[in-house]
Each structure stands twice: as C-alpha cells, then as structure tokens.
T-cell receptor, first 109, second 118 residues
C-alpha cells in the first residue's frame, strides 16, 4: 500500500526554527508538495520538490531525498501566524496525489 | 485573480436528504478536483476532471455520490441520500495543467463546504 508518515503534532517557540519530517512509501514518485492549512481553512501551496536537494522560499525551505523516501519542511524565524497544519503530499507513478494526515504545529510565545 | 469559489460554505441536513455543492475553478484551470477531508486527516480524492472528462473517479462512492462538469468549467458534486458518515469538509481544487505537468499541477483550493449530517 501507499503511505505518507508525518508527526501528528509539534510545538515550537516564536522566533525559533522547526523541522517537520515526512517519509513516504509510494508506487513511484513524480514530485512532492507541502501545503499549509490553517484551522477551518483550505490548504495553500507552500513548496514543490521533484529533484533531490533543498528548495528555499523566504522563511520556508523544503528538502527532498528520493533514495530515502524522505522530505522535510524547515520553518525559520517562527511567527504566531505559522500555527497551522502542514500537509505533505506525494505524486505517485499514476500521477495521483497521495496525502499525509498533516502535522499540527503549535507556536508558543 | 479570483480564487476557487465554492458554495455553500456550510450545510446542515438530516440523513437521507440530498445535498449539492458547487465549485467554480480559477479561470483557465482545466483540471478540477473534488476532495473530502475529515478532521485531523489529509484530503481524500473523490474525483478528478480534465476539462469535462472525469479521468479518475475510482474513489467516488457511486451508489450515492455523483458529479458533473458539463462545460468544463463549473462543477457540482451531489450526495443522495446523505448518511451520517458523510459529515466532512468537501474541498474543490483546480490546477492549470494536467497532473502530469510537474509543478504546473500545483492545486489551488477553495474554502470548502462543511457538511453536517444529523
């Protein structure tokens, strides 16, 4: 079967750095997406990785290792508004998007 | 640019009643998705359209769910009759290109319809 694993919940302090991990086991790989979802709102696109390495976008970076079936989302200089769920999604060999359950990130002052 | 529009935002119905959700994708986006999301879980794909063709409806419970996208733009998702287990948020998303297009397949979501079945 296909599986995406993420921690259920993480807590971090305002101004700090946090890394959210995602491991996947899918039938093939055609790209990995990270989305942010605030409570009661729709997911919004954060990043896309298809090749190994680090993609940086301002305070957010996403890393991919295809050989390890592993990705992480790195959030720097955390702000209270970063409190949200972060969803990892992998596109498989059939170009279907397989979604993780999301990691709820709680930011404390 | 207007985002994905969905209506209604909230719907409360009694079990066995019908319900319909409407979605208008981002202008120019040919691919449209309907998802169901339960609390604490990721979105679950129900159906995917490329223009007016349903190219993936393998996860759609066809005994009670139906969808249409007649002119390749707006779409409607219907449940008839609704069951208690259908309570969830129904999300519509659209993307510019087909799902084989790399980053151009990035999906943009509407605000969702929160359905409560009593």
């Amino acid at each position: 079967g296909q599986n995406i694993d993420q921690p259920t919940e993480m807590t971090a302090t305002e101004g700090a750095i946090v890394q959210i991990n995602c491991t996947y086991q899918t039938s093939g790989f055609n790209g990995l997406f990270w989305y942010q979802q605030h409570a009661g709102e729709a997911p919004t696109f954060l990043s896309y990785n298809v090749l190994d390495g680090l993609e940086e976008k301002g305070r957010f970076s996403s890393f991919l290792s295809r050989s390890k079936g592993y990705s992480y989302l790195l959030l720097k200089e955390l702000q209270m508004k970063d409190s949200a769920s972060y969803l990892c999604a992998v596109r498989d060999s059939n170009y279907q998007l397989i979604w993780g359950a999301g990691t709820k990130l709680i930011i404390k002052p | 640019e207007a985002g994905v529009v969905q209506s209604p935002r909230y719907k409360i119905i009694e079990k066995k009643q019908p319900v319909a959700f409407w979605c208008n994708p981002i202008s120019g986006h040919n691919t449209l998705y309907w998802y169901r999301q339960n609390l604490g879980q990721g979105p679950e794909l129900l159906i995917r359209y490329e223009n007016e063709e349903a190219v993936d409806d393998s996860q759609l419970p066809k005994d009670r769910f139906s969808a249409e996208r007649l002119k390749g733009v707006d779409s409607t998702l219907k449940i008839q009759p609704a069951e208690l287990g259908d309570s969830a948020v129904y999300l519509c998303a659209s993307s510019l290109a087909p799902s084989t297009s790399g980053e151009a397949d990035t999906q943009y979501f509407g605000p969702g319809t929160r359905l409560t079945v009593l």
